[in-house]
Structure formats: C-alpha cells, structure tokens
C-alpha cells in the first residue's frame, strides 16, 4: 500500500470524484489499515472514536485510549503515521484525515449532522465504515446512517449511502439486517443504505505515540502487506469511481476469498502460534517471526503447517459445490500457492507478539469456562474443514498441524495461558 497525498478537495475546474468516508473505530486495525487504504487526493476521511473506550478483546497496546484521541483530536496537520515493520526500523508513512471526533452515547446523530453539513464531498457519495469488533457496537454507526439517510431523503445534497463492516466475523448486511440491533436501523437507513462486503487483511500490532515532528501524533506499527477489498456486486457500481486512487480493491468472489483468508491466514497463525507458545514455555513477551528464526526445526515446522493447511484448503474448494464459480474463474493452485507463500513470508519478517496474536487465550474463571469455549469454537471455525478434507483424502490427519492441536491440551492442562504467568 502506498500512502495517498492527503484528503484534499478538488480544485476549481477539475472533473474529480470526490466522497465522505466516516470511518468509526481508533485502534489498531482502523488506523493501521481502513483509513489509509481509502487515502486518496479524493478523499475526505473523518475518524470517530468511543469517548470511554471499552477493554479490547484483542490486547492492549502501549498507547492508552485516551492519549490517542487526544493526539488524533488535537494534532493540528491532521496526520499520524505508520511504522512499518519491514525490518529496517525506520520505515514510515504518513496518513491524512480531515477530522477527528469522540462520540458518547445519544450525540452521534447531531455529530454525523455537523460533519456532513461541512463538507462539500458528500454530495458524490458517503461510505461509512467501521472496526469496531462486535455487532453490538455498530449502534452509533446505525445512528449516523439514519442521520445521513434523513438528510438524503428530505433532498439535502447527499450522494448514495453504503456500509462496510471491516471484520472478520461480522458483516454490513448482518448490521442493518441482523438480531444483535434490532430495529435501530431506522426505515429510512433500510431505504437508502447499501451494505458492503469486505475483506480485511493485515497485521497491525501496535500503537504508540510519535514525537520526531514538529507535533507529537499517533503511530501505529504494521506489517508491510496490507489489503482491504470490497465486493463487486450489483448496487455497488459506483464505488470504484468513488475509491479512485485509493488503494482500495474489489473482487467478485470476496465471500470464497473471505474464507480462504480464515483457514489459510488466520487458522494457520493459531496453529503455529499455540505450538510456538508451547514450546516457549508460556513466553508472553516472544515474538513470533523470533520464535521461528531461532531453529531450522521451527522453520520446517511452520512451512509444514502451512503446506497442509493449503492443501486442505485446496481439496476443500474442489469437493464443495458452493466453490464452483471460484473454481472455474481462478487457477486454485496458483491462487493458493502464492496466498501461502505471502502468508509464510508476513509470519516470519513481522515483528508480531504472541500476546496479540494468541490474546483471547485466556484462562477461564473459575466455574466459567466461557473464554476457552469462546476461543475454541473460534479456532475450530478457522482448521475444521481444511482438517476434514486433508483427512478424507489422506486416511490421517495433518501431522504437523495436529502437533499444535495435542500443544492446546498441553497449555489447557498445564494452565498455561496468555494472560497467566508462565509456569
């Protein structure tokens, strides 16, 4: 990803699209990937944030929630950086954003009224997106859009509404459709939103505060690879003009890549990181790609996992017919082959913690084994069916990969876990 050249509006004379994007959710994800993938000279991009930011599931990170919204809020050059964990140790890029606001409870839809009535990129379009983990959490996204859809049906001057929900688990559709908020999308929003699937894809580790310019800003430390793509599908034709020049892509099988990126990205990272976490005995503090480079046992261990996850994955796309339009437009092979040799190569040269990566294995409480169930359906969701499939095929499990399965009962029986001293 290359960074864009600001949020600037278009000069007089020029033919340029321009848009709105509002953008909720100031942590690693959200500014390390989804605000700056929608860089670009025809972008107006405004962050909002929780006053009182909730624990999050996914770990701490050195800057606390309320230095960061201070340091975004009150940075007049509207900017913060990336550090980017290439190795060199001094890598950065800089991201634009014309506005940064909190938001409490009840006050988002005056808030979305007075971002839009300043801005003159609202009338090409409005994408909202959002990073802000649970459904639960997307009520203030919902009041923006009923704020947005109002001032769109009353005939103010608002271009065409969509959502993106920048999850893994979590959808725009399941937003505006689903039970975790139900009625709190008003008609109008129902009316006039178009909810937009995404892929998400990089490693964002860190945040942290920033002091070598002239004002001290906030920044966030990220792997070099960096995707966000969003579904090519009828009703979203307009985006492309409106993200041009960003470094935003489209895909038309964004459901089949979606769920590639589960099994190959994030099941295989579990599958290596638990065995790692294992063999460190319980290092909190260890770095992944360390942990790796320390053996060339660890090495081929990684590789092994790798290879049998893409092969799982491989027989997977073959056997079920719900893959048969991604099968037939795209080499499975190819495709597969360069996603797991980009995946392997990210876990090794990214400076990644076990403690983020493993964050949400946590020791239950007693009488309440509601974390580790929660973290085992999770991880069950992302190995199962590549582990079927190698098995149906082979007669056997993926040795390498169940490996890290028998390191799981190890650390749950041990008490090992990564917000438990280590033993």
């Known amino acids: 990803m290359t960074p864009g050249t600001g949020n600037r509006r278009c000069r007089k004379g020029e033919d340029l699209l321009i848009m709105l994007h509002i953008h909720f959710g100031a942590g690693r994800l959200g500014l390390g990937l989804v605000v700056p993938a929608f860089q670009s000279p025809t972008t107006e991009s405004v962050v909002l944030n929780r006053a009182v930011s909730s624990a999050n599931a996914t770990g701490t990170t050195a800057l606390g929630p309320e230095r960061r919204n201070a340091l975004l809020r009150d940075n007049p050059d509207r900017t913060y950086r990336l550090r980017i964990l290439d190795g060199s140790g001094a890598r950065y890029e800089i991201v634009a954003y014309a506005g940064f606001h909190t938001y409490g409870s009840g006050d988002v839809e005056l808030l979305t009224r007075r971002i839009a009535g300043a801005s003159t990129a609202k009338a090409r379009g409005v994408v909202v997106t959002a990073s802000v983990l649970k459904p639960e959490n997307y009520a203030a996204v919902l009041a923006c859009l009923n704020a947005l859809a109002t001032m769109r049906e009353a005939g103010e001057p608002v271009g065409p509404l969509f959502l993106v929900a920048c999850e893994n688990t979590v959808s ?7 039970p975790a908020l139900p009625g709190q999308a008003s008609a109008a929003a129902l009316r006039q939103v178009i909810p937009v699937a995404a892929l998400v894809d990089r490693i964002c580790v860190g945040l942290e505060e920033d002091a070598s310019g002239p004002h001290p800003t906030v920044a966030v430390q990220v792997e070099p690879y960096a995707s966000l793509k969003l579904a090519q599908e009828p ?36 599958l290596i990181a638990l065995r790692a976490f294992q063999a460190s005995g319980g290092d909190r503090d260890m770095k992944l790609n360390e942990f790796i480079a320390t053996s060339a046992e660890q090495r081929r261990h990684a590789a092994a996992v790798m290879d049998e996850m893409r092969e799982g994955v491989a027989l997977l796309l073959r056997r079920d017919p719900a893959y048969a339009d991604f099968v037939r437009d795209v080499d499975v092979d190819g495709y597969l082959a360069g996603a797991a040799a980009a995946i392997l190569g990210r876990f090794v040269a990214t400076e990644d913690p076990i403690s983020r990566i493993l964050a949400r294995f946590q020791a239950p409480e007693p009488g309440d084994p509601s974390t580790l169930e929660a973290f085992s359906r999770r991880f069950a969701g992302r190995i ?32 090992t876990f990564i917000d438990a001293p280590a033993g």
């Not at 725009?172 to 689903?178: W, Y």
């Not at 489209?250 to 990205?265: C, N």
């Open 235 to 270: 009703g979203t034709e307009i985006l492309p003009d409106l993200c041009a020049g960003s470094a935003v892509g489209f895909s038309r099988h964004l459901e089949v890549e979606k769920q590639i990126k589960g099994w190959l990205l994030n099941g295989t990272h579990w």
């Open 172 to 178: 725009a559709q399941d937003v505006l459709h689903g």
């Open 384 to 415: 199962n069916e590549p582990f079927d499939a190698y098995e149906a095929q082979n007669g056997t499990l993926p040795p390498a990969a169940s490996r890290s399965l028998l390191s799981l009962l190890h650390l749950v029986e041990t008490g």
